[in-house]
């Protein structure tokens, strides 16, 4: 079956430490992968784009991975701060027409 | 630019009811979407449209009707509202279809049907 996995509901951290959040999928051939953040009570914004032949790509303290063998993107925030705390959802476009499949979110929160 | 506007915030209907959630966006954006969002589960794209005149379904389209006759607008029917269909939903745009390009999210609608 096709699902998209992100590795946990919740993640706690340090001020200052870097977060590192998840995003599996089985099944799928995607062209390119997003990362969104969600803040309660608020629609997803996004953040980054991914494309399958980009290994890395970074935006400020954000960096994202795609490893299109291991099937799993990777989400990192460097010197995370408390108003980084918030849900991240990733997103991946499962026909390149914008058929868009979500995961299920993780929620972080940095604690000061 | 207003961007992704939806109105209204917050609705209840009662079983059987019918009610049309409304999205426009102001950025001249081809490509419009709706999705609803149930705790756990995630974001779930309902129906979208690639542009003026032509809608298709997504992963989870029974229940809702669409249409989109112009660009800006894309209403969102809900002909007989039903108890599982109590949840948030998001309008989203962006520029073209199959562009690898953003979505821009509306503020959401909440819905409880009782």
């Known amino acids: 079956s096709q699902k998209i996995e992100q590795n946990s509901e919740a993640l706690n951290i340090q001020e200052g430490k870097t977060a590192t959040l998840t995003c599996n999928y089985t099944?799928?051939?995607?062209?390119?992968l997003q990362w969104y953040r969600q803040d309660p009570g608020r629609g997803p914004v996004f953040l980054l784009l991914?494309?399958?032949?980009?290994k890395e790509k970074r935006k400020e303290r954000l960096k994202v991975t795609f490893d299109t063998t291991l099937k799993q993107s990777l989400f990192h925030i460097t010197a995370s701060q408390p108003a980084d705390s918030a849900t991240y959802l990733c997103?991946?476009?499962?026909?390149?027409?914008?058929?868009?499949?979500f995961g299920a979110g993780t929620r972080l929160t940095v604690k000061p | 630019n207003a961007g992704v506007t939806q109105t209204p915030k917050f609705q209840v209907l009662k079983t059987g009811q019918s009610m049309t959630l409304q999205c426009a966006q102001d950025?001249?954006?081809?490509?419009m979407s709706w999705y609803r969002q149930d705790p756990g589960m995630g974001l779930r794209l309902i129906h979208y449209?690639?542009?003026?005149?032509?809608?298709d379904q997504g992963e989870v389209p029974n229940g809702y009707n669409v249409s989109r006759s112009t660009t800006e607008d894309f209403p969102l029917r809900l002909l007989s509202a039903a108890p599982s269909q109590t949840s948030v939903y998001f309008c989203?745009?962006?520029?073209?279809?199959?562009?690898?390009?953003?979505?821009?999210f509306g503020p959401g609608t909440r819905l409880l049907v009782l």
């Open positions: 989203a745009s962006s520029y073209s279809q199959g562009v690898q390009e953003t979505q821009y």
């Open positions: 099944n799928y051939s995607p062209a390119y």
């Open positions: 991914i494309r399958e032949n980009e």
């Open positions: 997103a991946l476009d499962i026909r390149n027409n914008n058929d868009m499949r």
């Open positions: 950025m001249n954006h081809e490509y």
């Open positions: 449209s690639v542009g003026a005149g032509i809608t």
